[in-house]
């Protein structure tokens, strides 16, 4: 079973300047979580979606955008990029049914640099 | 707000010489505690799931146990590929009934041989 990929792995942006960032979950996994890490703060948690609708939403402005397709692949993007941006993101996929308690499995991680 | 704390921040370890790591935490409706492994430039790696009090789980050399405030990750006899950071993280439910999780920074642990 294929695991959660992530595209681009590796990506170097200018300040001002926009990204998008692709996720494909494994194959039949409805719910895709979305999270950036640096190494001051961990991981923090960006918003997750299930069947095309984001459920819930971390603590980061509104630059941070995201969306979830038919097929559950999803995409995150961010808007007008600061250096305080560069970080690992992060997506996680699970299964996730209404009364299961279900873990979560990580990409490889995009590796944004904004210079 | 949930608050996941994770103890020590680094652990050098000699090769057998096995150790604990703590998770402790503060949520109010539980649902399930996560241990990962995440190794330098790859995302984590999904370890256990715990989810009661006094519930335990074991592989290989680790083993993870669950308290109601606390979880531990004992490493027994590590060898150096166990050189890894470990994150601890806890599902509950959110204001709107569904899940979020919040992970701790992570033990940043070396195993020399």
């Known amino acids: 079973k294929a695991g959660v990929t992530q595209t681009p792995r590796y990506l170097i942006k200018t300040r001002g300047q926009q990204v998008t960032l692709s996720c494909s979950p494994i194959?039949?996994?409805?719910?895709v979580s979305w999270y950036q890490q640096t190494p001051g703060q961990g991981l923090q948690f960006l918003f997750e979606y299930f069947s095309e609708t984001q459920r819930n939403k971390g603590n980061f402005p509104g630059r941070f955008s995201g969306r979830q397709f038919s097929n559950s692949r999803s995409e995150m993007n961010v808007s007008t990029l600061e250096l305080g941006d560069s970080a690992l993101y992060l997506c996680a996929s699970s299964f996730f049914g209404e009364a299961s308690y279900n873990e979560q499995f990580f990409g490889p991680g995009t590796r944004l640099t904004v210079l | 707000e949930d608050q996941v704390t994770q103890s020590p921040e680094a652990l050098r370890l000699q090769e057998g010489e096995s150790s604990s790591l703590n998770c402790s935490y503060t949520v109010s409706g539980l649902r399930g505690l996560f241990w990962y492994r995440q190794d330098p430039g790859k995302g984590p790696e999904f370890l256990f799931t715990?989810?009661?009090a006094g519930e335990e789980k074991e592989k290989e050399r680790l083993k993870a146990t669950l308290t109601k405030k606390e979880s531990f990750l004992h490493i027994t006899a590590p060898k150096p590929e166990d050189s890894a950071t470990y994150l601890c993280a806890v599902q509950a439910r959110s204001s709107g009934g569904y899940q979020k999780v919040t992970f701790g920074t992570g033990t940043k642990l070396q195993v020399i041989p």
């Open positions: 715990l989810y009661s």
């Open positions: 194959s039949g996994h409805r719910s």
